[in-house]
């Protein structure tokens, strides 16, 4: 049974720092990509960041120049460090991955997904 478990997330005030992990268990992802979304209440889910195979990543401009996602392939295991957050960075924050060796940015391409993890950014 595969499982994406989230860790990492809480609460921050602005401009402060927190790093996300997403364990995979039940199967390799050798060759697929893997993302990050985030979903706030009341809005829809939204693409943060995600990283291919081979770990080229790309962000949205939300987020760029804050934000890294990186991968341990042999542990895998996902990660984002996020910096400077803001209070609208405020969402539960999900990782998921896909059978793709490209970037996809659109949640319903995505085949497997966490549970969520929330951070909250208080002003």
């Known amino acids: 049974q595969v499982q994406l478990v989230e860790s990492g997330g809480g609460l921050v005030q602005a401009g402060g720092s927190l790093r996300l992990a997403c364990a995979a268990s039940?199967?390799?992802?050798?060759?697929?990509?893997m993302g990050w979304f985030r979903q706030a209440p009341g809005k829809e889910r939204e693409f943060v960041a995600s990283i291919t195979w081979s770990a080229s990543p790309y962000y949205a401009d939300s987020v760029k120049g804050r934000f890294t996602i990186s991968r341990d392939n042999a542990k895998n295991t996902l990660y984002l460090q996020m910096n400077s957050l803001k209070p609208e960075d405020t969402a539960v924050y999900y990782c998921a991955a896909v059978r793709t060796f490209g970037i996809e940015t659109t949640p319903l391409a995505y085949d497997y997904w966490g549970q969520g993890t929330q951070v909250t950014v208080s002003s």
């Open positions: 039940g199967r390799t992802f050798s060759g697929w990509s």
